[in-house]
């Protein structure tokens, strides 16, 4: 079973009313940080990362990808 909660003063605080039992052993996985990075931060990290693109594959992207007619 997945419970949710939050961590306050150091301490894992469950969301909503069912906790596990007393004595449980848990696990627990980070499944989001503080840390907020813009989202353009995180896509240059892949910018040049693709090879055999055409070389005209920015300005026509539309053409490549939907099959519209090139501008």
């Known amino acids: 079973m997945t419970y949710r909660g939050h961590v306050q003063s150091g301490v894992v605080v469950f969301d909503g009313p069912q906790t ?3 004595g449980a052993t848990v696990e627990v996985a980070v499944l ?8 353009r931060d995180m896509l240059l990290e892949f910018a040049g ?3 055999g693109l055409p070389s005209d594959m920015a300005a026509q992207h539309d053409h490549y990808i939907h099959g519209r007619p090139k501008r």
């Open 20 to 22: 596990p039992p007393e």
């Open 32 to 39: 989001s940080s503080d840390e907020k990075r813009p989202l």
């Open 49 to 51: 990362t693709i090879d």
